[in-house]
């Protein structure tokens, strides 16, 4: 071999060399940004542990108040079940234990949260099928609970009794909706701050009539301003005013028909770029849904006579006192076109 | 082997077979049977002043409660300095020994630990109820004692809605000889071949323990729990206290 041969090959073995370097470069700035050990899931089974966001609000039976038991602090309802079944199936899928550790904040902060990767996911009641600029970045697994939407409760008879007849009698009514949305207009209406129900006003309702309340027992017991009406959940405004505050009543239709002004379905969220875990939580849902077991979770939560301190005492979930607000309030209620 | 511990060991365990009361250990059996009752009267104090604060714990109408780790531990150094005429708060003021003291300090410490573990829960704004009841606190209270010192410390009863304050035969044993006993002192016994003291002290059902405890029978409580029937003044259980005697 001539010495330009020679030369030719120590020329590209060194090109080599440097595009070779060049690759690693570009390989360690993109583990930079995104470390490539693991994708989400991978990272979930390394530590062993999901962090699981549950609003601190209650949501009654999805989410009820966290107290305490003779093995200290406990959550429970049905979402907590849920986290639990998907521990339960992170644990098969990882090969070891994967401890949940809950992380109980205000409904807003759970999408703060997530979008800081402080937990994997939430679930707390959340309607996959609300359209609003603050959701964006987030993902939504397949529905757990179907056939939610907004309802609205009032405690004063007269009141549920004007909205029907003016829906009745309005010149929409063969616009249902519409003739809905307009039976609402002089109502001082009451939602939870950056909930599903704050959203729809947002889009859908004259915000001078509109509240916000921090959570739903400050719209219960809001005096000033004194609301008329609260829009929420419908599963869950119907648990509340079976069980909780009976002197409210649901606004329903002759025959009992909710009155609605959306449906929703919940399901668990998570960031969008973690396809990985939205399709392993959805495998998980869809194994619940098919082995009957998750309409059977629903009726004990959602049917049944029960107290939840003894269910939050047998099978709740701990959390330790710093994963939580160290003095939950409630909070207050506050026109929302106020500064 | 070194024959100084053989003999004194021999001492002990004569002393055992011909009064019944003296067993081998650092805690001479009185100083540990004196012990034992302080720790159920201390663990009982904190129920007491956890009952007393139930209606203020449980406003739903009030945030931030007042009930915080420093303010339980005054109440329960007060309670306890009634009950007992012994004064926590002041090192010199009594004769207790250093392990006694040093026993209930622990116990003090983990009630503590307990109230502020719960500051989370008891100062929740708009939620009633929160089982933090004295039954809860005295569970948690014990368990936390119980995993700092070598000393059992646990509340049983013949039908505990916690499995885990199940009694054992011992307990099970005195808890029958106590129902329907007029006299409501502790029951204290050394057992384990000298190895360990044993003490219950009885806990009686007041009134304010008949809302979920009381009548009717099976009716559920707040808690979700049958109501057991019981009447003002029922055997409700004990604080059991197990103090190991022997050198380890």
């Given at each position: 071999?001539?010495?330009?041969?020679?030369?030719?090959?120590?020329?590209?073995?060194?090109?080599?060399?440097?595009?070779?370097?060049?690759?690693?470069?570009?390989?360690?700035?993109?583990?930079?940004?995104?470390?490539?050990?693991?994708?989400?899931?991978?990272?979930?089974?390394?530590?062993?542990?999901?962090?699981?966001?549950?609003?601190?609000?209650?949501?009654?039976?999805?989410?009820?108040?966290?107290?305490?038991?003779?093995?200290?602090?406990?959550?429970?309802?049905?979402?907590?079940?849920?986290?639990?079944?998907?521990?339960?199936?992170?644990?098969?899928?990882?090969?070891?234990?994967?401890?949940?550790?809950?992380?109980?904040?205000?409904?807003?902060?759970?999408?703060?949260?997530?979008?800081?990767?402080?937990?994997?996911?939430?679930?707390?009641?959340?309607a996959?099928?609300v359209?609003?600029?603050?959701?964006?970045?987030?993902?939504?697994?397949?529905?757990?609970?179907?056939?939610g939407g907004l309802a609205i409760i009032t405690?004063?008879?007269?009141i549920?009794?004007?909205i029907?007849?003016?829906?009745?009698?309005?010149?929409?009514?063969?616009?249902?909706?519409?003739?809905q949305k307009?039976a609402l207009?002089?109502f001082l209406i009451a939602v939870q701050k950056?909930s599903g129900s704050h959203r729809y006003a947002e889009a859908q309702l004259h915000m001078?009539r509109v509240v916000l309340c921090?959570?739903l027992?400050?719209a219960?017991?809001?005096?000033?301003?004194?609301i008329d009406i609260i829009l929420g959940k419908l599963?869950v405004l119907?648990?509340?005013?079976?069980?909780?505050?009976?002197?409210w009543?649901l606004v329903?239709?002759?025959?009992?028909?909710p009155f609605l002004l959306t449906?929703e379905?919940?399901?668990?969220?998570?960031?969008?770029?973690?396809?990985?875990?939205?399709?392993?939580?959805?495998?998980?849902?869809?194994?619940?849904?098919?082995?009957?077991?998750?309409?059977?979770?629903?009726?004990?939560?959602?049917?049944?006579?029960?107290?939840?301190?003894?269910?939050?005492?047998?099978?709740?979930?701990?959390?330790?006192?710093?994963?939580?607000?160290?003095?939950?309030?409630?909070?207050?209620c506050?026109?929302a076109?106020?500064? | 082997?070194?024959?100084?511990?053989?003999?004194?060991?021999?001492?002990?365990?004569?002393?055992?077979?011909?009064?019944?009361?003296?067993?081998?250990?650092?805690?001479?059996?009185?100083?540990?049977?004196?012990?034992?009752?302080?720790?159920?009267?201390?663990?009982?104090?904190?129920?007491?002043?956890?009952?007393?604060?139930?209606?203020?714990?449980?406003?739903?109408?009030?945030?931030?409660?007042?009930?915080?780790?420093?303010?339980?531990?005054?109440?329960?150094?007060?309670?306890?300095?009634?009950?007992?005429?012994?004064?926590?708060?002041?090192?010199?003021?009594?004769?207790?020994?250093?392990?006694?003291?040093?026993?209930?300090?622990?116990?003090?410490?983990?009630?503590?630990?307990?109230?502020?573990?719960?500051?989370?829960?008891?100062?929740?704004?708009?939620?009633?109820?929160?089982?933090?009841?004295?039954?809860?606190?005295?569970?948690?209270?014990?368990?936390?004692?119980?995993?700092?010192?070598?000393?059992?410390?646990?509340?049983?009863?013949?039908?505990?809605?916690?499995?885990?304050?199940?009694?054992?035969?011992?307990?099970?044993?005195?808890?029958?000889?106590?129902?329907?006993?007029?006299?409501?002192?502790?029951?204290?016994?050394?057992?384990?071949?000298?190895?360990?003291?044993?003490?219950?002290?009885?806990?009686?059902?007041?009134?304010?323990?008949?809302?979920?405890?009381?009548?009717?029978?099976?009716?559920?409580?707040?808690?979700?729990?049958?109501?057991?029937?019981?009447?003002?003044?029922?055997?409700?259980?004990?604080?059991?206290?197990?103090?190991?005697?022997?050198?380890?």
């Amino acid at each position: 071999m001539g010495a330009e041969a020679m030369m030719t090959i120590r020329i590209l073995i060194i090109a080599a060399a440097l595009v070779s370097q060049g690759c690693g470069l570009i390989i360690d700035a993109v583990q930079f940004i995104r470390p490539m050990a693991a994708d989400e899931l991978e990272s979930i089974c390394a530590r062993k542990t999901l962090h699981a966001g549950i609003a601190a609000e209650p949501l009654r039976p999805f989410v009820f108040p966290a107290i305490f038991t003779d093995e200290g602090l406990r959550i429970t309802g049905l979402d907590v079940d849920l986290v639990r079944e998907i521990s339960r199936a992170l644990s098969e899928r990882c090969g070891v234990s994967v401890n949940v550790i809950v992380h109980l904040v205000h409904f807003p902060s759970l999408f703060v949260e997530l979008s800081e990767q402080k937990i994997d996911l939430f679930v707390s009641a959340v309607a996959s099928n609300v359209p609003s600029p603050t959701r964006a970045g987030f993902a939504y697994s397949i529905p757990y609970f179907y056939g939610g939407g907004l309802a609205i409760i009032t405690q004063r008879p007269e009141i549920a009794d004007r909205i029907r007849e003016r829906v009745r009698a309005g010149p929409d009514h063969a616009n249902h909706l519409a003739a809905q949305k307009a039976a609402l207009y002089d109502f001082l209406i009451a939602v939870q701050k950056g909930s599903g129900s704050h959203r729809y006003a947002e889009a859908q309702l004259h915000m001078d009539r509109v509240v916000l309340c921090d959570s739903l027992p400050a719209a219960f017991e809001s005096e000033d301003p004194s609301i008329d009406i609260i829009l929420g959940k419908l599963p869950v405004l119907q648990h509340m005013v079976s069980r909780v505050r009976k002197n409210w009543q649901l606004v329903t239709f002759e025959g009992g028909k909710p009155f609605l002004l959306t449906s929703e379905n919940y399901s668990v969220v998570m960031a969008e770029e973690n396809y990985r875990l939205r399709w392993f939580v959805n495998d998980v849902l869809f194994e619940l849904e098919q082995s009957g077991r998750l309409a059977k979770m629903r009726r004990r939560w959602l049917e049944d006579d029960y107290a939840y301190p003894r269910r939050a005492a047998a099978e709740g979930l701990s959390f330790a006192p710093d994963n939580m607000p160290r003095q939950h309030d409630q909070g207050t209620c506050r026109a929302a076109t106020a500064r | 082997m070194n024959p100084i511990p053989s003999i004194l060991l021999s001492i002990s365990f004569g002393g055992l077979l011909l009064a019944g009361t003296i067993a081998y250990a650092d805690m001479p059996v009185l100083e540990a049977q004196e012990t034992a009752r302080l720790l159920a009267l201390l663990l009982d104090s904190g129920r007491e002043v956890v009952k007393r604060n139930q209606e203020l714990i449980d406003n739903p109408r009030k945030g931030h409660k007042g009930f915080t780790p420093d303010e339980f531990e005054r109440q329960l150094v007060e309670e306890f300095h009634r009950r007992s005429d012994i004064d926590l708060a002041n090192n010199s003021s009594t004769a207790l020994s250093t392990n006694t003291r040093k026993l209930l300090n622990v116990l003090v410490q983990a009630g503590k630990a307990v109230v502020s573990d719960a500051q989370a829960v008891i100062n929740q704004r708009g939620v009633g109820y929160k089982n933090f009841v004295p039954a809860t606190f005295g569970s948690q209270a014990a368990w936390r004692f119980s995993a700092k010192s070598e000393v059992r410390l646990k509340q049983t009863t013949l039908n505990p809605r916690n499995v885990k304050n199940q009694p054992d035969a011992y307990e099970e044993q005195v808890l029958r000889s106590l129902i329907g006993r007029s006299d409501r002192s502790a029951i204290s016994d050394v057992v384990d071949n000298g190895g360990a003291l044993r003490l219950l002290t009885p806990i009686y059902y007041s009134k304010d323990c008949l809302q979920c405890h009381g009548q009717p029978v099976g009716e559920l409580d707040i808690s979700g729990y049958p109501k057991e029937g019981a009447l003002e003044g029922d055997l409700a259980g004990a604080i059991s206290v197990r103090i190991p005697l022997r050198e380890k």
